[in-house]
Each structure stands twice: as structure tokens, then as C-alpha cells.
């Protein structure tokens, strides 16, 4: 899902974004992945916001950790002008896959301690 699609969703989200935790946007389009990087080394987000591809950089980088995750919610309501969701494109398809099936994440599905919800918007 490319940045500008992510942006009606992230600025949704701010109803719950505090003093102390914010809403992240970190969609490749948004920043620079030099720039992401910094960014989520100086900030404290309750929410982030971004493309599977972005997330995945982030977190190979060491910068983003999932230790702390709780939820990840896919977006399906987006469908472009030539009527395509998130799982018919490619370029959003692959990454997500790839993301969810990350070693990391994968064995907390469905777990009651520790777990990791999997939301479908």
C-alpha cells in the first residue's frame, strides 16, 4: 500500500495519540529510510503507521522492535482506480506476506500471554 494511502488511517489514529505516545507515520514515501531510522530511534509511538515493506526495513535495521507489539491490523478497505487491494498487487502482497511470516512474529499468533492479535480492516 503506497504513503498517501496510509495517511487518512494515520491521521484516524490520532484520537489516540498522548503527550507521551504518538502516532508514527512511517511510510516510505513520508520519509527516507535514513531519516525512519532516526526517527523511530528518537520517538516513543504507541501507534505506527506504515507499508509492510517499511515495517520490515525498519525492523531489520534493529531500530523497530516487535518485543512490545501487540496488534498488527491490515488495511483491506483501500482499493485503487484499477480496483485493486492490498493482496492483488505484488509490491504489497509479497511484503506483506513476508512480514507476517517473520520468525519473530509468527509463533505469537493466537498465543493468551504474549501474544499478537492479527486485525483486518
Not at 498522548?18 to 501507534?47: C, P, Q, W
Not at 485503487?80 to 511484503?95: A, F, H, S, W, Y
Request: hydrophobic content about 45%.
Amino acid at each position: 500500500m503506497g504513503g498517501r494511502r496510509l495517511i487518512p488511517a494515520s491521521s484516524s489514529l490520532r484520537v489516540f495519540q498522548t503527550n507521551d505516545s504518538i502516532v508514527a507515520k512511517l511510510f516510505a514515501k513520508h520519509k527516507k529510510l535514513v531519516d525512519a531510522i532516526e526517527y523511530v530511534k528518537s520517538t516513543r509511538m504507541g501507534i505506527a503507521v506504515g507499508t509492510p515493506a517499511r515495517i520490515i526495513a525498519l525492523m531489520d535495521s534493529g531500530c523497530l522492535s516487535s518485543d512490545e507489539l501487540k496488534r498488527i491490523v491490515v488495511d483491506f478497505s483501500n482499493i485503487d482506480q484499477k480496483n485493486r487491494g492490498i493482496l492483488d498487487m505484488k509490491e504489497t502482497q509479497v511484503p506483506l506476506m513476508q512480514l507476517l511470516t517473520r520468525a519473530e512474529l509468527k509463533h505469537r499468533f493466537g498465543q493468551a500471554i504474549g501474544g499478537l492479535d492479527l486485525l483486518f480492516f
